[in-house]
């Protein structure tokens, strides 16, 4: 069964919080590092798998889109979106599993996903069908939690700490072991998917995409002034970032 | 200056054990793995740079490679290579360090590189250098010691390990910081160059290659159940493999 941690009342909480008060890496990691890879998408028609609250499927109309896409499996997710997004013309919100989303060949220009593939069990299936919605020479950009955080999820803390709980090193364990990791985020048991970065390049390849981009961002210097936090996210990188291709035959 | 360690007498008696011994995982692991890319090359001309004794130069001869050049700065190791190959045509060896070959434009349908590259300090002019060698639609296949590795070499030991000795887990640190690392492989000040996974792939995109393949692989279980120490290879990579075209412009 396909997980829905976004409609419980505690993760919910949890996560609005994180959100609100932008202590995570979202704001100044994750979407700057998105944008950055983001195609002209003017008069183009994007599909945006896991929208959560629409934030990015407003930018994307912001850039020119004119017809927006978005799924989420979360019920609280997809209120929060149609609220934000209300009176905006060429947006469409799915409340389903990315798993279950369908559309005709050849739909889109851009399909964009942050932080939501890590979710999905079958991402050669997902690729597959990505590669079939997408335009020739369409685009996909997306990012996962990167390999070297999920291997050891529910397995070992990320950090190794000393007795003043300060960061002293990485932890990296059972790497080649990809497969199910489970986790606490907010609420016990969520599930993700660790896969290495040679698996997530390879199965794009197989199912048609030439890699364009890859990206394993730190916050910018503007932003580690302000955050000095956010210095560690150089040490190891908290995401990886793919811009892929729909290939054209050659 | 370019280093070359493989001539310091100290380095090679222990390098030369290592290999004779296989404790090391050259046989078990990298050779595989690079034969595994390998085209099919018969009847075309190849490229090894690093071609240390010779026996990746033998492999691509016995494939049907019709020439064969290889690249090493060590003195020592071209003999050793001269000897091994000693009656065999098509061959061509040159003592000299690998940024300092030049070829004429499309000589190669294929240039391959076994664990030399973190050697070298300016990947990008070599990579510029390398796809101009290569014929149209020619494979660069390599291998470097992996960026979860060469991240804190000199820095930290790769494995934390326990008041037993046993290995715990692989600790990783400083991985947005690219550049010079020194650490001891048998003699003191031993020169790589850390370079994020990222910047290998973007390096060989923004210089025309097409990324076919990547592996992070470890030993066969075969392999496994002889050495079982081998089995700590999968709890991280200790080798990254790139299978990357000159793209066709499209």
């Known amino acids: 069964m396909k997980q ?4 419980d009342p505690t993760f919910f909480a949890g996560y609005s919080t994180l959100r609100k008060t932008q202590s995570g890496l979202n704001e100044v990691l994750e979407q700057p590092a998105i944008n950055s890879l983001l195609p002209n998408i003017s008069g183009g028609s994007a599909l945006d798998l896991g929208c959560g609250a629409g934030g990015q499927c ?13 799924v989420d499996i979360s019920r609280n997710m997809i209120e929060v979106a149609r609220e934000k997004l209300k009176g905006c013309n060429g947006i469409n919100l799915h409340c389903m599993a990315i ?10 220009d851009l399909v964009v996903s942050s932080l939501a593939f890590h979710y999905v069990k079958d991402i050669e299936s997902l ?17 996962v939690e990167h390999p070297m955080a999920t291997c050891t999820q ?27 990791r489970k986790s606490r985020w907010f609420v016990d048991g969520v599930i993700k998917y660790h896969r290495t970065v040679s698996t997530i390049v390879n199965t794009l390849i197989d199912n048609g995409f030439c890699i364009r981009r890859m990206l394993e961002p730190h916050a910018s210097e503007d932003a580690e002034k302000v955050r000095t936090d956010l210095l560690d996210e150089r040490r190891r990188p908290p995401f990886l970032f793919v811009k892929a291709q729909k290939a054209v035959q050659v």
Request: charged share 25%; net charge negative.
């Open 58 to 70: 407003a930018r994307l109309l912001e850039l020119g889109a004119y017809s927006v896409a978005g």
């Open 4 to 7: 829905n941690i976004y409609d």
């Open 99 to 108: 798993e279950d989303f369908t559309a005709p060949e050849n739909s889109f």
């Open 154 to 180: 529910g397995i070992l803390p990320g950090w190794q700490r000393n007795e003043n709980n300060e960061k002293i090193h990485w932890q990296v364990d059972c790497y080649a072991d990809e497969g199910i």
């Open 127 to 143: 690729f597959r069908n990505i590669h079939a919605w997408l335009k020739d020479s369409g685009l996909l950009v997306f990012s």
